[in-house]
């Protein structure tokens, strides 16, 4: 017995990890976990969004379509974000709630450093009486704190979202490295959307956020490549 070779551990991916963690924190601060399909609806994952398709923002997505070989079938295609499941989640639940959908997400794009066919989201929604720019601060500020360590902080910017009124980019400070990095953007929900969930917008209103899984996990382990998450080189992943 011996000389017999131990027996190796497996390891946990550093996307599983980001997103236990996520889920831990989220779940601390009151927050559900939702979940959504994969294969979406072209409602779901623009229109309801105030996306409609004419509108210039569509080509902030490149997406990928599914065809049909059913005429008048409604389109379908990849999610380009794990946005459509607020919607999902805000038409079968009444308010208030709380809640992230962590998920894979794809889009049509050149793989690179920085970029993949294939991805992780999280997405955050509240949907409440009176909700306010205060309110995601605070919460963000709360996870974040946990997630990275007590000496980081947030900062805010404008910026553009079409599901957002106002919208923000939301950094985040690393003292390590002295510098502010953006990590995901965020806003109040707009008030279109929260029409599209069924609700009058003049009694609730909410915030919603979302980020790359994987952009948290380069951040918080320092790993170089996106494409490392998904080549398969044990090298990496057994670090963790």
Do not use: C
């Not at 009694?203 to 899984?213: D, P, R, T």
Request: hydrophobic residues 40%.
């Amino acid at each position: 017995m011996g000389n017999m070779e131990k027996k190796k551990k497996g390891h946990i991916h550093p996307i599983s990890r980001v997103m236990e963690d996520l889920e831990k924190i989220f779940s601390k601060l009151g927050f559900s976990i939702a979940l959504g399909p994969e294969i979406e609806t072209e409602y779901y994952n623009f229109d309801a969004l105030n996306i409609p398709a004419n509108h210039p923002a569509r080509d902030m997505w490149d997406t990928f379509w599914i065809k049909s070989k059913f005429k008048n079938q409604n389109s379908k295609l990849l999610r380009t974000h794990t946005s459509p499941v607020q919607v999902r989640y805000a038409e079968t639940h009444k308010p208030p709630f709380k809640i992230i959908v962590p998920g894979k997400t794809y889009r049509h794009e050149a793989t690179d450093s920085t970029h993949e066919a294939q991805f992780h989201q999280v997405e955050g929604l509240v949907v409440g009486k009176d909700i306010s720019l205060a309110n995601l601060r605070w919460t963000l500020e709360q996870f974040f704190h946990e997630f990275f360590g007590p000496d980081s902080k947030i900062r805010m910017r404008p910026s553009y979202f079409p599901f957002t009124e106002p919208s923000v980019e939301i950094d985040v400070w690393f003292p390590a490295q002295n510098r502010w990095l953006e990590v995901m953007g965020a806003g109040l929900v707009h008030p279109q959307v929260i029409k599209n969930f069924g609700l009058d917008p003049e009694k609730w209103s909410g915030f919603a956020f979302g980020g790359g899984l994987e952009r948290l996990a380069i951040l918080k382990y320092g790993i170089p490549d996106i494409r490392m998450f998904s080549d398969g080189d044990l090298r990496m992943i057994n670090q963790f």
